[in-house]
C-alpha cells in the first residue's frame, strides 16, 4: 500500500469537501431541503478490511445500497457508494415527487432511478473537482446500483476480488431530524495512485 501522509490526505480531503459542497448544492436544489455535510474523512484501507469495517460502523445494519461508477483517464478504476438502507430509503422518499412519482410507477424503479441520480452528482462532483484542479480529464461509464448484504457471499466475493487498496472517504449528510449517511471508496491502480500522489505533492508544492 502506498503511503499517504497527512499532507496528502488533508489535500485530497480539501478538494473532496469543495467538490462535495457542489454536490450537496445540487441534491438540496431537488429535494427542497437544507443539507450539511460533515467534513469528508480521507484514508487508505485494505480490501479485506473494508466488509468488517461496514459492518461495526453500520451498527449490524447489513443491507446495503451499492453505487458502482466505473472512471478513466490519469484517474483510472471505479468509485463505489456504500449507503444503509435506511439512509437511502431516507433519500428516495425525498427525491420521489420531484423525479415525478405517481402511483403506477413500481417504488423499485424509483428508488433505482433516484439513487442513480444520487450517485452520479456525488461521484462526479468529487472526482471532477480533482480533474478541475489538477488540470486532466476523467471520463465515466454508466454507474449500476444494487441491493446487497455485507453478510453475503456475493457481496464478499465482490470485495476480496480487489487487488489493490482503497482510498476510503467519509461522510455524512445532515438534514432536520434526520441523519443520512455513507461512505465512498475509491478503487485505484497502483499506477494511478503514484500518478495522484505525485500530482497531490505538485500542487502541495505550488502552495509554498
Known sequence: MLEITTERAEAIQELINIGFGRAVSSLAQVIKTRLELSVPYVSMIDPEEIIDFLIIDFNEESNVNLIQQ???GNFLGEAVLILPLKSSQTLVRMFCQDLGYHPGLA??????ESMLEIGNMVIGASLGQFAEILNTRVSFKPPQI????????????????????ALMIRTSFQMTNKDVFGYMFFFLSSKCQEWLFQEIDNFLNTLE
Do not use: T
Request: glycine fraction near 0%; avoid cysteine; charge should be negative.
Open 107 to 112: 417504488m423499485d424503479k424509483m428508488e433505482q
Open 70 to 72: 466505473s472512471f478513466y
Open 146 to 165: 444494487m441491493v446487497e448484504d455485507l453478510n453475503s457471499e456475493r457481496f464478499h466475493s465482490r470485495v476480496s476480488e480487489r487487488k489493490e487498496s
